[in-house]
């Protein structure tokens, strides 16, 4: 695939305006006043990313009293823009020695700058991480990373609503999208709760189909892979088949998802195993929900195992302390079982290494979801999650079909047409 170019002169121009405006790097020189080695990390969430890089930070200090770990909060945005910034310009001064990247922004991130990340597989073992997970951070012979966090999916849902439709928890588990939403309709009609919530602004329902299925919007070597694939195809009928019955809640964004959640307005949600600290919030529900595995389509390759998000630490090559960072998060990220029984307990982090999902932590019965052992699910589904490439121009794709998708959903247009304009779109943007 050929990558968009901008015009020299104003590449130019954006970097130098926002390198001006860009501080708070970390010191270069890559020491402290009192001689310490200093790495520096970059992460998001005070809530969730940056207390847990802080224990692991903690724990590395411990056993190496040489070494600093500073971890620094920015927003997602902020350390998108930054290392776009820096990077297209040619300069690591003023970048950390670690970046959190979500899953979906790692190859974007290797395959733009060549060179800039270090190259991990001979200092990891990651046999031991979920085989998905590794493939997210692989780009030809190199692995550009360390996983962290899972994203596994599940059908979260409301057992007193499906209860009282008639169904059992073995009843949604390893269902086809088709018998969900028969069970949807009879939810509604029973409770009058619509049974999913979307947001008709997103892909993610796409991204899910797909990931479950062993495919994507691009092939291996990086061509548009939108019309005539079987998967999209089926997604995108199951999608206006969801519309059409009438058991679907619009929602626009995170907080009117949330809030569908917790105030009871829908029967159940897919999603990835994080959403566990928003459900659990609303403590007047506990011991109310469950989780099933999620939905498949009914295709050559459809699982019931997904995962939407999850995140990975990346070290940048050519900062001061990269081999001390690398090392830094194998004993840590790839070696301590321990590290990881305790983010899960304190909060609520599944992380993507094998050996720690065997402890006896990930077993222990969750009261809010009626008893059940919900990350003990969550790891051995985990372990089924086909691998995908996500390449570089997933966003482009998803806003291509959520331009065209309303062609299908008002009858306009069929779903092989729909899906060959939104390919011309794809490839227009991606020329």
Same mark, same amino acid.
């Given at each position: 695939?050929?990558?968009?170019?901008?015009?020299?002169?104003?590449?130019?121009?954006?970097?130098?305006?926002?390198? &001006?405006?860009?501080?708070?790097?970390?010191?270069?020189?890559?020491?402290?006043?009192?001689?310490?080695?200093?790495?520096?990390?970059?992460?998001?969430?005070?809530?969730?990313? $940056? *207390?847990?890089?802080?224990?692991?930070?903690?724990?590395?200090?411990?056993?190496?009293?040489?070494?600093? $770990?500073?971890?620094?909060?920015?927003?997602? @945005?902020?350390?998108?823009?930054?290392?776009?910034?820096?990077?297209?310009?040619?300069?690591?001064?003023?970048?950390?020695?670690?970046?959190? !990247?979500?899953?979906?922004?790692?190859?974007?991130?290797?395959?733009?700058? *060549?060179?800039?990340?270090?190259?991990?597989?001979?200092?990891?073992?990651?046999?031991?991480?979920?085989?998905?997970?590794?493939?997210?951070?692989?780009?030809?012979?190199?692995?550009?990373?360390?996983?962290?966090?899972?994203?596994?999916?599940?059908?979260?849902?409301?057992?007193?609503?499906?209860? %009282?439709?008639?169904?059992?928890?073995?009843?949604?588990?390893?269902?086809?999208?088709?018998?969900?939403?028969?069970?949807?309709?009879?939810?509604?009609?029973?409770?009058?709760? =619509?049974?999913?919530?979307?947001?008709?602004?997103?892909?993610?329902?796409?991204?899910?189909?797909? %990931?479950?299925?062993?495919?994507?919007?691009?092939?291996?070597?990086?061509?548009?892979?939108?019309?005539?694939?079987?998967?999209?195809?089926?997604?995108?009928?199951?999608?206006?088949?969801?519309?059409? &019955?009438?058991?679907?809640? #619009? /929602?626009?964004?995170?907080?009117?998802?949330?809030?569908?959640? =917790?105030?009871?307005?829908?029967?159940?949600?897919?999603?990835?195993?994080?959403?566990?600290?928003?459900?659990?919030?609303?403590?007047? %529900? !506990?011991?109310?929900?469950? +989780?099933? /595995?999620? *939905?498949? #389509?009914? /295709?050559?390759?459809?699982?019931?195992?997904?995962?939407?998000?999850?995140?990975?630490?990346?070290?940048?090559?050519?900062?001061?302390? !990269?081999?001390?960072?690398?090392?830094?998060?194998?004993?840590?990220?790839? =070696?301590?079982?321990?590290?990881?029984?305790?983010? #899960? %307990?304190?909060?609520?982090?599944?992380?993507?290494? $094998?050996?720690?999902?065997?402890?006896?932590?990930?077993?222990?019965?969750?009261?809010?979801?009626?008893?059940?052992?919900?990350?003990?699910?969550?790891?051995?589904?985990?372990?089924? +999650?086909?691998?995908?490439?996500?390449?570089?121009?997933? @966003?482009?794709?998803?806003?291509?079909?959520?331009?065209?998708?309303? =062609?299908?959903?008002?009858? !306009?247009?069929?779903?092989? /047409?729909? #899906?060959?304009?939104?390919?011309?779109?794809?490839?227009?943007?991606?020329?």
């Amino acid at each position: 695939m050929k990558k968009r170019l901008m015009a020299a002169g104003m590449v130019m121009a954006l970097t130098a305006g926002l390198l &001006a405006g860009c501080s708070g790097g970390s010191d270069s020189s890559g020491e402290t006043e009192d001689g310490k080695k200093k790495v520096t990390v970059w992460a998001w969430d005070v809530e969730y990313n $940056i *207390p847990i890089m802080e224990e692991a930070a903690k724990r590395y200090e411990a056993n190496h009293d040489d070494v600093d $770990i500073e971890v620094v909060e920015y927003s997602y @945005d902020d350390i998108t823009q930054k290392i776009n910034t820096y990077l297209t310009a040619g300069t690591t001064d003023g970048l950390p020695d670690i970046i959190l !990247s979500e899953d979906a922004n790692v190859q974007k991130y290797i395959q733009s700058y *060549p060179g800039e990340f270090k190259d991990m597989s001979d200092i990891v073992d990651f046999s031991n991480f979920a085989q998905y997970k590794v493939e997210v951070l692989t780009m030809d012979d190199g692995i550009y990373g360390v996983p962290f966090d899972i994203g596994t999916e599940g059908l979260f849902y409301r057992s007193d609503y499906l209860e %009282q439709a008639g169904y059992t928890h073995e009843d949604l588990m390893n269902i086809t999208w088709d018998e969900f939403i028969e069970i949807g309709k009879k939810v509604k009609e029973v409770t009058g709760k =619509n049974m999913l919530s979307l947001d008709p602004d997103s892909m993610n329902f796409m991204r899910d189909c797909m %990931q479950a299925s062993g495919t994507w919007y691009f092939t291996e070597d990086g061509e548009v892979n939108i019309s005539g694939n079987a998967v999209i195809e089926e997604g995108t009928r199951i999608y206006k088949a969801l519309m059409d &019955a009438d058991i679907v809640e #619009l /929602t626009s964004g995170w907080s009117e998802m949330a809030a569908a959640l =917790n105030n009871g307005d829908v029967a159940s949600i897919t999603t990835g195993c994080w959403i566990v600290p928003t459900i659990t919030a609303q403590e007047d %529900q !506990s011991g109310l929900w469950r +989780v099933a /595995t999620m *939905p498949r #389509l009914d /295709t050559e390759g459809g699982t019931n195992y997904g995962n939407r998000g999850g995140s990975n630490w990346l070290v940048l090559e050519n900062s001061a302390n !990269s081999d001390i960072a690398a090392d830094f998060l194998n004993e840590i990220y790839a =070696n301590d079982v321990d590290f990881y029984e305790t983010i #899960l %307990q304190e909060v609520g982090a599944a992380g993507a290494y $094998i050996p720690a999902q065997s402890s006896d932590v990930y077993n222990e019965p969750v009261e809010f979801f009626g008893g059940q052992a919900i990350w003990a699910d969550f790891a051995e589904w985990a372990q089924q +999650v086909p691998a995908v490439n996500l390449g570089v121009y997933s @966003d482009e794709a998803d806003n291509a079909l959520i331009t065209c998708m309303p =062609n299908v959903l008002d009858g !306009s247009q069929d779903i092989p /047409t729909m #899906l060959s304009e939104a390919q011309k779109l794809v490839e227009q943007q991606i020329q």
